[in-house]
């Protein structure tokens, strides 16, 4: 019989197939658990925007020419021009016969794997003598085992608000596949034409892919100057295309109504900017928020300077940069260019806006950028820390983002859930109602609502629940401090606001325990009680009994308060858009 012997080289085969399953292991886990989540609390009901992609259908069957079809696509959608949410869209509505916001969710979401695959890409890739040698050697078992913090970091639940918004994670998402795909395809390749499409494609999906042109550019330059007429070539191919892609953006191009006026002092406006690249932080359940968001964005700065100096130095000894060089400058150049307009624009709403989850994406990005680079540049030695190092933070960040946003991603179900009754309970009794147009192009979404509606307009048979109702400048914020926490998918506890002429349904937030507590027994995550916020711009005028709805696996039951409310109704004057 023949064996293998006990050799240096078998040792190393089988110490590299351990890595390797060890690695596939470890990468399975968050990718597992972010589609397992986001499964549990996708709903197909349209968020705010949402509805213009649903009138968007009408608007293009109500075209008779070919151009005003085109306009329709390309059109002005507040600062931005979605045309991939709108082929998409209507890609969904053609092959379906409806429009399905949980396939846009779920198609949105794939660009994340997207990003995943670009950095395994880059990880995999040997360092070449030269930045651009073709068929640069391509190393896939080593980009696998140092790929799962990768994935830690940009599949979690930090992402929620995007994660089960149709419209936002097509867009929000996959703008950064486009423009990452454009710097990859810049830094690794020649392939300029390539680079100039995905540019374009980041483009016409996000307002914010325009800032891939001069980051395009710069790498175009630093990479090849103006030394022969081939180089000369594609930096002209390059202008040509961001000065069409800026004209047609800007042609017609209002500005958005409702963005407030700069009032932030330049202290603030760099608080903002370094709390927007930290912001990932937010799920760290240890002291003020705003503070560690604050910290984590300058440690993230700080490498960034560190590494653009040492490159620089390269540069200016006349030594060749590598792709990962220019991949790392046009990645961190694009983020941080991106978080300076952010924070210059959005300070002026609070601190909590930038640091709000639609956002979260460009601080995971760059620590997921800074991560890839150093341990693409480290030695043996020093790799298996920055792996481990990774590991660890990436880790703790996933299974802090779940501990804390959680309770958002429940809330945004049972919002949405309950957004669909009202819309389509317009009359006081359990009949459905819809206009013409949702009924063409979208179907209602099953959910426990449909089996409690007797329930909700039946009589209160139940023992009374003590809650406390206080009024604020915004509503009504509705109180409990006693009934136990409900479930975490479908059951919970619901605020029905009763009048003689219509009943509406509201969701509540279950009270939270200390997160840090739960990382040890989850079970504690959730305390007795909860609190909810009653709109009165979203009642129609007049006096609301207050109820509560209790849906459990045991069944539905309905809960007098004994509290009241009232409504003056929906203000005369609407927030101003432009589509």
């Not at 499964?39 to 968007?56: E, I, M, Q, S």
């Not at 990768?150 to 930090?158: K, Q």
Request: charged letters at 10%; one cysteine or more; glycine letters at 8%.
């Amino acid at each position: 019989m023949v064996t293998l012997s006990n050799t240096r080289q078998s040792r190393q085969t089988r110490s590299g197939s351990y890595r390797l399953w060890i690695a596939t292991f470890l990468l399975l886990i968050p990718i597992g658990l972010f589609w397992y989540v986001w499964g549990l609390y996708a709903t197909n009901v349209p968020k705010w925007d949402d509805h213009v992609l649903r009138f968007f259908l009408f608007a293009l069957d109500e075209e008779t020419s070919f151009s005003g079809k085109i306009y329709q696509f390309v059109k002005q959608h507040n600062e931005h021009r979605i045309v991939y949410d709108r082929l998409i869209a209507w890609l969904d509505y053609q092959l379906t016969g409806k429009l399905n916001f949980v396939h846009l969710m779920f198609i949105g979401n794939l660009s994340l794997l997207g990003l995943v695959a670009v950095f395994g890409r880059v990880l995999s890739q040997q360092a070449p003598g030269s930045a651009f040698i073709r068929g640069a050697g391509v190393n896939w078992r080593m980009g696998l085992v140092y790929l799962p913090p990768v994935a830690f970091l940009l599949l979690n639940l930090s992402q929620w608000e995007n994660m089960f918004w149709g419209m936002a994670a097509l867009q929000n998402f996959t703008v950064m596949l486009w423009v990452f795909l454009a710097i990859y395809v810049l830094a690794y390749t020649n392939k300029t034409g390539l680079a100039l499409v995905l540019a374009l494609a980041a483009t016409l999906t996000s307002g914010n892919g325009l800032l891939v042109w001069p980051v395009g550019f710069g790498m175009l330059l630093l990479r090849t100057g103006f030394a022969g007429k081939k180089e000369r070539s594609a930096l002209l191919i390059w202008i040509s295309g961001a000065i069409l892609a800026f004209v047609l953006y800007f042609w017609g191009y209002q500005k958005p109504p409702g963005n407030p006026p700069l009032r932030s002092s330049f202290l603030e406006l760099i608080k903002g900017w370094l709390a927007f690249n930290g912001s990932a932080a937010e799920a760290i359940p240890v002291g003020p928020v705003v503070g560690l968001c604050v910290v984590l964005g300058g440690v993230c700065l700080l490498l960034v300077l560190a590494i653009c100096l040492t490159i620089g130095r390269k540069y200016l000894n006349r030594r060749p940069l590598s792709s990962l060089d220019f991949f790392f400058l046009g990645a961190v150049a694009f983020l941080i260019g991106t978080s300076a307009v952010v924070a210059w624009t959005r300070t002026g709403f609070g601190f909590n806006t930038l640091i709000t989850s639609r956002y979260k994406l460009y601080s995971l990005l760059l620590m997921t950028v800074l991560y890839t680079y150093l341990v693409s540049e480290s030695g043996t030695f020093v790799k298996k820390w920055v792996l481990m190092g990774g590991l660890l933070v990436g880790g703790v960040l996933t299974a802090g983002s779940y501990l804390t946003y959680l309770g958002d991603a429940i809330w945004w179900r049972q919002w949405s859930l309950t957004n669909q009754f009202n819309w389509t309970h317009s009359s006081n009794g359990p009949a459905v109602s819809r206009d013409s147009i949702s009924d063409r192009y979208t179907s209602l979404a099953l959910s426990f609502v449909n089996s409690a509606t007797p329930t909700i307009y039946g009589p209160t048979r139940q023992s009374p629940i003590a809650v406390q109702v206080r009024k604020t400048p915004e509503g009504y914020e509705v109180l409990s401090t006693t009934i136990p926490a409900q479930g975490l998918v479908n059951a919970g506890n619901f605020i029905v606001a009763r009048s003689a002429k219509r009943t509406y349904l509201f969701p509540v937030r279950q009270n939270k325990g200390s997160i840090r507590t739960a990382i040890f027994n989850p079970s504690t995550l959730f305390t007795a009680g909860f609190r909810a916020m009653i709109l009165p711009v979203e009642l129609d005028a007049g006096v609301y009994q207050l109820l509560v709805l209790s849906v459990s696996d045991n069944g539905v039951s309905l809960h007098p308060t004994n509290q009241t409310i009232q409504s003056a109704g929906e203000p005369g004057t609407t927030t101003k858009t432009n589509w």
